[in-house]
């Protein structure tokens, strides 16, 4: 996950955003595992929303207890016999009360070592918002001035809640979310270094070269060569 191994465990679950670089393990006959993706237009269906979706805590892995695992290992396989297993179609209902279920089981385990968290609390919800506009703006790279104004909220507020939710600093989120955008699309895109640095939102493809080259310590041939020798 984001060019770091991460191990996991029975009762383990691997949670990760669309924007991170994922690789997931080789398939052996003894590794069995669910994958879940979760699409938007679903999600708009359910009859509630989820804090965890957007990763507050930043959070990689959701550890379940034998008894709540229990139950979301059923939850699962419910799941995919309605979906890939049954012959006749099951009523949409069921399915997302279903769905609906399993993400409040995730939800509940991921915040279950914090204090209880509501999506209405006044930071998680403008961590979300910062989250989100982090995310739509990328490529903008918007000041922090900007995105606390957007947000309707002061820069040292905005600074105080980023810093709570996610343990770095407005700038530095924003940073290293450009930097995991940019190692991905190295990765996983035909793009040259100059294209790559104009569709990150970099005038210049030198000064890009230099920012990839101080955040991760590599020089952009540097990390393209390392991610080879890895794949053989």
Do not use: W
Not at 70 to 82: D, G, S
Not at 155 to 182: H, M, Q
């Amino acid at each position: 996950m984001d060019l770091k191994d991460i191990t996991l465990t029975n009762g383990h679950l691997l949670f990760a955003m669309p924007n991170q670089v994922f690789v997931p393990p080789p398939k052996t006959t003894d590794l069995k595992y669910f994958k879940l993706l979760f699409d938007e237009n679903t999600l708009a269906l359910l009859p509630q929303q989820f804090p965890f979706l957007v990763n507050p805590l930043n959070s990689q892995i959701i550890i379940f207890d034998p008894i709540r695992r229990e139950r979301v290992r059923k939850v699962f396989e419910i799941l995919n016999q309605i979906l890939h297993i049954d012959e006749n179609p099951t009523d949409i209902e069921i399915t997302l009360a279903y769905l609906n279920t399993l993400l409040a089981e995730l939800n509940s385990a991921y915040f279950k070592n914090t204090e209880p968290v509501n999506i209405l609390n006044t930071n998680l919800s403008k961590f979300i918002e910062f989250k989100l506009m982090v995310e739509t703006h990328l490529t903008e790279q918007p000041s922090v001035n900007a995105i606390a104004e957007k947000l309707a909220l002061t820069t040292n507020s905005l600074y105080r809640i980023v810093k709570e939710y996610s343990g770095v600093s407005p700038k530095d989120f924003f940073t290293s979310r450009l930097i995991i955008e940019a190692q991905r699309k190295l990765q996983y895109s035909p793009l040259s270094v100059k294209e790559l640095a104009y569709e990150l939102g970099f005038n210049d493809p030198d000064y890009f070269s230099r920012f990839f080259k101080k955040c991760t310590g590599k020089s952009v041939s540097d990390f393209l060569e390392a991610q080879q020798d890895s794949s053989r």
